[in-house]
């Protein structure tokens, strides 16, 4: 398996327009440091899978007919904005794997072009995609939500965005299930009391304490967390990194 | 008077995503020939005004600071998506003149981030803003759609799009206050009947001989239309022109 992160940012993204800070100022000044909204592709058992879709300009990163599917998280604009400007394409339809949410976004759902909505992702109802198994695990955010943990040949990647904390079924699933790489949301710094819809940095290295991954990657950055890290650059323990946009991780 | 597209295309945009007609093959090869989502910008009496949004990267064509107002014609995605990435931006909040349509689209109005959509367009309500003068005129779409007719010293911009057909006072106003240059949107090669939320060539051609602006642009320009232009160089009139993204106009 191999991932890579087409958008990494929170909400706002980064460069946040206007903002004139430091790291919206290098954002600004190096491609290196922009982050776009929550997306990721998934190369597995010769199949490439979309793991969210707010990536703007899909086009770009997956040429028609590349795509074999599309999980979905939720509806959120900041992960399903980048399949508006696609989905009135031509070429076969692309399943995509959603929360059973009946708004879905805008008018998705009554113009679906080319893709197909009609798979919905239940909790703990493993779906099997060709060669590859699929686990939806519950997430707990301001829609509902569903992350997911795909397993091939023994090797298991999470990806959990967006997420207040964890559920106590979905983390003991992650422990009986050994995770070899958790992607996790991480959106603030630490706060003294813990966010509703995301993690803060205190609470994804709980996460990843009690749920041991071999590696935890944190994604759906602010910028006021790459501020922080920028600050405080040695912060993070043994198997816990920062994700970036366009960074490639194999397992 | 100056008005700029950003965007000239269809709902589908071009190149349509995995489509292998030589109009496609064409935007593909050749950025030039390319259609984004509907947008332009007027710069007029030392202000920048965007009209409809539907560029998806709006933050490379008009850097932080530069708009001082959004008129939007409708809330269809593809008039409105470069609102997203940038709304959770910050500095000065930017006016938006947009129908009353108490849906807006998706969260935008929820929301807003550096937007005020409190600035309701009603049909033919003069909005005096700064120096200038734009008239709302209502539209025939499927969603509740405005049309704004700009003037300042003198010379009249009507921008209208989308719209099947003309309803007759709007006609009528277009014919009492004369009209320079005139931006409709046209999105089919002449068709037997007419289209119901949309011109075709011949409805366009129809509404220049009725109002007789002194220049007609079309715009929200399909793949298809566009072959037909490729395969019939010489059929539009004097007077009347095909918009291209980047293409300015002065008046």
Redesign the interface.
Same mark, same amino acid.
Request: net charge negative; with cysteine.
């Given at each position: 398996m191999k991932f890579t992160f087409l958008g990494t940012g929170s909400?706002?993204?980064a460069p946040?327009? #206007?903002?004139?800070c430091s790291v919206c100022q290098r954002a600004m000044a190096n491609a290196d440091f922009r982050r776009h909204?929550a997306c990721g592709v998934l190369e597995v058992a010769g199949l490439q899978i979309l793991i969210d879709a707010g990536y703007?300009?899909l086009?770009q990163k997956c040429p028609?007919?590349s795509l074999d599917a599309i999980l979905l998280t939720h509806f959120h604009?900041?992960h399903v904005?980048g399949l508006?400007?696609?989905r009135?394409?031509? #070429?076969k339809t692309i399943p995509v794997f959603s929360p059973d949410d009946p708004n879905g976004?805008?008018?998705l759902f009554k113009y679906p072009g080319?893709f197909d909505f009609s798979n919905k992702s239940q909790p703990f109802e493993a779906i099997e995609f060709k060669t590859i198994s699929i686990m939806p695990v519950p997430l707990v955010h301001s829609k509902l939500t569903m992350g997911y943990v795909i397993a091939f040949k023994g090797k298991r990647l999470a990806y959990l965005c967006d997420s207040g904390l964890l559920r106590r079924d979905v983390e003991q699933f992650l422990i009986d299930h050994p995770i070899d790489v958790m992607v996790l949301d991480c959106d603030q710094p630490p706060l003294e009391k813990a966010p509703r819809n995301h993690n803060d940095l205190t609470r994804a290295l709980d996460i990843f304490e009690a749920v041991q991954p071999k590696q935890l990657i944190l994604t759906h950055i602010s910028h006021n967390l790459d501020e922080y890290f920028f600050n405080y650059p040695d912060i993070l323990p043994e198997g816990v990194a920062i994700a970036y946009d366009n960074q490639s991780w194999e397992l």
């Open positions: 909400v706002k993204a946040v327009y #206007g903002c004139e909204s703007q300009n086009e028609p007919g604009m900041d904005q508006f400007p696609i009135w394409g031509t #070429g976004c805008d008018d080319i």
